[in-house]
């Protein structure tokens, strides 16, 4: 890898499509001035957007493409409708074959995950993907995975994920040993504790080089910042995120509207602006924006849908930061050290 | 059913054991003349706490037992050393053979549900419990069902739920005809998608007297109030429930450190304290402190075991609403009218 980093983006993927696509990267190119971009998309709606922006117009290709996959469309769809053709597949196609260093979409998570299974494909050696998102927390930020890439991972497959949740961690916190932990659920009859409890003996026996084990979190620790990676099954790390999303949201409006309630209390947001600032400013999706599709023989990132251009530059970052460190080789690396124990 | 309500008490359940619940069920007696108790637990602990609290010593009989369950125990060893004689199973048993018209418990969650189904047993006709939870919503409180008594209901159980919660709903929020949503997540090779959708068929087919069927409701819109009930398998509810918890005390800790960052701050929190404090008054999990598990032949609350006095007394009088409107006999009810589209 040159110190040049090329990311191949979904132009049209998202709510606002090309609308914020097109000035997130050149949020992202003044800041990492190594970064060229390959635009899949409807070039005559790429094009005028481009005028705005010279220096990310001398550092950006066009593939044109007349397809992209709604929001609202199925994998199944998207599959059907999008395969070979549009910008979101086409993206991917250029991270696969080296085009580009990794693709970023904004397009809808389920259509994104399956047209990357089918074009990127699995890297060697690891038999599940893993959706690895960033969840904010009281002392910064975590990772959690999988927050929905498939369903019902067992023993094995959660310490694989523990070793590609540890290589992203590396490469995002910059920390040579990342804490990681498991999500325990109480629930009795359920066998994902036994899972888990085989995925912890398993992740004790190997002794990992560059992954420091802490045991098991609770579900109501999920944002308590303990450990730099929460490993779970995708079932349960969807929910989580969906749950988590929503108690977010409906917390904010809560005090939103508290805070209007009487003359004093919006005298007193006034004055507090700035502690409210900093609070939204911690919980801001934009500003932790992209999820790592892991376990791909490509870089695929995922922003979120209704980003801004904001946060669609820090998925660029993300992408940018992933290709830079190879953090696929460092994956390589890490299943390396598991393979014995995992044999046994 | 007489105007008066016996309650059993666990006594020496939850966090604080007996310095919460004496003064729980007092402050629950105050507000509800009609209510007497069965206090069960170690007689040498609770009777001083009775000296202050004369209404409550009248209203009350002990019923003396040296065995309590711990918070950290599990079902399988609360129900060896329990079962029988503890303070968790004999205020059960108090329930299921009406010398109670139902059971109180701040016990851990597992141990109860556990000693429950041993001790009280199911319902004729119910072939599914489920652990009914208040859950805080932007406009008031919704009941999310099943919030973890079992794993993996089919879309009949799920139906079943839908029943139960609608009849606690009529008397918690005392309207005819509650809404009921079931919750879906778009995790797409999951089978919990087609179990909903069948789920949905049934209670559109059956559109049952005392129901509102309103469809699905997303993961991140389950604090949202659009309906009075969300309906959903008992893994994915725990894993939701926790969740949400923890999100709201992560944002609680981050919001309060955020209004000691500077003077301005403080002043402003200060001066909206108003609205903080009614902010925190709908979140406050004391405030709709109080699980229901349904579907037994017999009543039983479950509440929090770091519940406070006030906390405590919410759960009283959830197990004295249900018990004076007779939920089991709604749900008897509601059961005949779901009973000829589910033979189908």
Redesign the interface.
């Given at each position: 890898m040159t110190d040049k980093v090329r990311i191949a983006l979904d132009a049209m993927g998202g709510d606002h499509g090309v609308s914020v696509i097109i000035p997130g990267a050149a949020l992202a190119l003044a800041r990492n001035p190594n970064l060229s971009f390959l635009l899949v998309g409807d070039e005559a709606r790429i094009r005028p957007l481009l005028e705005d922006h010279p220096r990310l117009s001398a550092a950006s290709e066009i593939l044109h493409t007349d397809v992209a996959i709604n929001m609202g469309d199925?994998?199944s769809t998207a599959l059907r409708r999008g395969r070979g053709k549009s910008s979101m597949w086409l993206a991917l196609d250029a991270a696969k074959s080296r085009r580009a260093d990794a693709a970023v979409s904004a397009g809808n998570t389920?259509a994104l995950?399956?047209m990357s299974r089918f074009c990127v494909r699995m890297m060697d050696g690891v038999d599940r993907p893993a959706l690895a998102v960033l969840w904010p927390?009281?002392r910064g930020t975590s990772i959690v995975l999988d927050a929905?890439a498939?369903?019902g991972a067992d023993a094995r497959q959660l310490v694989g994920f523990a070793v590609m949740g540890a290589a992203m961690a590396r490469i995002v916190f910059n920390v040579d040993r990342p804490r990681v932990g498991l999500l325990y659920?109480?629930?009795?009859?359920?066998d994902?504790a036994a899972i888990a409890e085989d995925a912890a003996r398993l992740l004790r026996k190997s002794d990992l080089p560059d992954l420091d084990f802490r045991g098991f979190i609770?579900?109501?620790?999920?944002?308590?910042g303990q450990v730099d990676v929460i490993v779970t099954e995708?079932?349960?790390g969807?929910?989580?995120?969906?749950?988590?999303?929503?108690?977010?949201?409906?917390?904010a409006?809560?005090?939103r509207s508290?805070?209007r309630?009487?003359l004093?209390?919006k005298?007193?947001?006034?004055?507090?602006?700035?502690?409210?600032g900093?609070?939204r400013e911690?919980?801001d999706p934009n500003r932790a924006n992209g999820a790592v599709f892991l376990g791909l023989d490509g870089i695929v990132i995922k922003s979120h849908g209704d980003t801004n251009a904001e946060g669609f530059a820090s998925a660029v970052k993300l992408g940018h930061d992933m290709a830079r460190s190879d953090v696929m080789a460092r994956i390589q690396e890490g299943f390396t050290h598991v393979s014995a124990p995992l044999a046994e």
């Open positions: 199925k994998p389920g995950m399956a927390t009281l929905g498939t369903i659920t109480d629930a009795e009859e359920v994902a609770a579900g109501n620790e999920l944002g308590g995708g079932f349960t969807n929910v989580a995120l969906k749950t988590a999303e929503g108690t977010a949201r409906q917390i409006q809560t005090l508290a805070m309630q009487d004093r209390s005298i007193g947001y006034v004055l507090a602006r700035r502690a409210f900093s609070m911690k919980m």
